[in-house]
T-cell receptor
Framework: GDSVTQMEGPVTLSEEAFLTINCTYT??????LFWYVQYPGEGLQLLLK?????DKGSNKGFEATYRKETTSFHLEKGSVQVSDSAVYFC??????????FGTGTSLTVIP | DAEITQSPRHKITETGRQVTLACHQT?????MFWYRQDLGHGLRLIHY???????NKGEVSDGYSVSRSNTEDLPLTLESAASSQTSVYFC????????????FGPGTRLLVL
């Protein structure tokens, strides 16, 4: 069945460091891929998405490229800020238009 | 502004009791979803609805039920609460399947003693 696997956390980085959070997926067909972010005490918010192979989603300095050949959608940011501290979820919209979420990766950015 | 709300935000109950969690959205979205969030599992789909009178089971539907009598609301009922249902519950909505983006409520933290 459809599923998403993302790197285990927690991740702790210093401000202005480079961020990569790995995400790989298993799905039949060509799912749409998403990154959602959850700030403390809040619900999930869409960060970025890509709907077909080689598409790059981007928002707030974050980027992720839909790689069909490696079934991956890794999240990157060149210079993280303290305000980026949150939990990040990779997700896909797959069979039956249902969403499948990864387990989440907690990011803490220290000044 | 349109929004999605959940109530209560926090709930403590005892095993065996019936509990209903409310979800209300003002976007006029057709699709509504209930997820539970647990450490090590991320979000798992409980039930979903694609319109009034439509309900469907998700990955972890046992012990839960939903009903959709109007566009705005999708209440989630735990028929007989169990300690294994202690979790954080999120409601979400989307306009239609092709819209793709889901909008999440702030969550309800449920503790079953």
């Amino acid at each position: 069945g459809d599923s998403v696997t993302q790197m285990e956390g927690p991740v702790t980085l210093s401000e202005e460091a480079f961020l990569t959070i790995n995400c790989t997926y298993t799905a039949t067909g060509y799912p749409s891929l998403f990154w959602y972010v959850q700030y403390p005490g809040e619900g999930l918010q869409l960060l970025l998405k890509a709907t077909k192979a080689d598409d790059k989603g981007s928002n707030k300095g974050f980027e992720a490229t839909y790689r069909k050949e490696t079934t991956s959608f890794h999240l990157e940011k060149g210079s993280v800020q303290v305000s980026d501290s949150a939990v990040y979820f990779c997700a896909l919209r797959g069979t039956g238009n249902q969403f499948y979420f990864g387990t989440g990766t907690s990011l803490t950015v220290i000044p | 502004d349109a929004e999605i709300t959940q109530s209560p935000r926090h709930k403590i109950t005892e095993t065996g009791r019936q509990v209903t969690l409310a979800c209300h959205q003002t976007w006029n979205h057709n699709n509504m979803f209930w997820y539970r969030q647990d450490l090590g599992h991320g979000l798992r789909l409980i039930h979903y609805s694609y319109g009034v009178q439509d309900t469907n089971k998700g990955e972890v539907s046992d012990g839960y039920s939903v009903s959709r009598s109007n566009t705005e609301d999708l209440p989630l009922t735990l028929e007989s609460a169990a300690s294994s249902q202690t979790s954080v519950y999120f409601c979400a909505s989307s306009l239609d399947p092709d819209q793709e983006t889901q909008y999440f409520g702030p969550g309800t933290r449920l503790l079953v003693l």
